[in-house]
């Protein structure tokens, strides 16, 4: 169900951001969704249909750039990519920690006529 009101919340968004642009149609909206954040690119595809009936953003293409979760290294700081079951920083072998990088869900411009 979570999907269904992000799809709501992105064409608020767009919608908005449409308005500030000057255009009456929006003919593509670009998200960035992180592999942790529990949203998918189709799943969202999907309800945005539904929701975007009767708005300027129906028919509209959602393009979808993934972003890989990236783990920091406490002690060189460096970022790195995730690998399954492999936590340890390229670099120095040490753990890395959590980061915001890979649980993003957000749109990232659009475009309109
Ligand atoms: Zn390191």
Redesign the pocket.
């Known amino acids: 169900m979570h999907e269904y009101h992000k799809a709501v919340d992105i064409i608020e968004d767009a919608v908005a951001e449409a308005k500030k642009k000057g255009y009456s149609k929006v003919t593509k909206i670009n998200l960035v969704i992180g592999e942790d954040s529990g949203y998918s690119g189709d799943s969202i595809r999907m309800h945005f249909e539904d929701v975007a009936a009767g708005t300027i953003c129906e028919g509209a293409e959602i393009a979808v750039t993934p972003v890989k979760t990236m783990l920091r290294?406490?002690?060189?700081?460096?970022l790195f990519p995730r690998k399954p079951f492999h936590y340890e920083?390229?670099?120095?072998?040490?753990e890395?920690e959590p980061t915001e990088v890979g649980h993003e869900m957000a749109m990232d411009g659009i475009e309109g006529v």
């Not at 290294?73 to 460096?78: R, S």
């Not at 920083?89 to 040490?94: E, L």
């Open positions: 290294c406490p002690k060189c700081h460096e920083c390229p670099h120095c072998g040490t890395g």
